[in-house]
């Protein structure tokens, strides 16, 4: 089962720990980041932690998926629990939570080359519009998926501390 949390303090390091063993650079941050400066990803990290959410399987941390006022996603998922449904799991879990945010349509933008996200984005019921490399998605959320007084997520399971990671 897959269970988003929003990401805090103790998230940031455990996705930290989860990007340097089981992710690619380029998948994790913008470019030019590499794992030798953790600081950096720290920051970028914390700066949008109110639209962040922590990706978990079985109380592990497997990735990070985020969903901003504005509608706008986007997700990365450590490589051993890719190819096993955990993107599009946690792309609907923020479907069904963005109408809690204000959002009637969450929007992606990814390339031509990004097969896996291109698969997740088809079958979320994405819109897809390419221009050229580039590509953006639109998904239009249901009307009345989750009420607006809807409970937050499930509790935080105590912090997991990762040996090798995994995600999409």
Known sequence: MIVLRKVDDAAVERLLDLAVADADPADVMPPGW???????????????????????????????????????????????????????????????????????????????????????????GAILDVDGARVLARITVPVGTVPAESPPDSPEPPPTRLDGGVGT
């Not at 950096?40 to 990290?45: G, V």
């Not at 932690?49 to 450590?78: F, S």
Request: proline share 2%; aromatic share 6%.
């Open 34 to 124: 590499t794992a030798d400066r953790p600081d950096e990803f720290r920051d970028f990290y914390r700066g949008f932690q109110d639209d962040a959410y922590e990706i978990v399987r079985d109380d592990r941390t497997v990735g990070m998926i985020r969903l901003t006022a504005e509608g706008e996603t986007g997700i990365w998922v450590a490589r051993r629990a890719r190819g096993d449904g955990v993107g599009l799991a946690a792309l609907r879990r923020v479907i069904e939570q963005a109408p809690r945010r204000g959002v009637t349509t969450i929007v992606a933008d990814t390339t031509t080359g990004n097969t896996a996200a291109l698969t997740v984005l088809r079958k979320a």
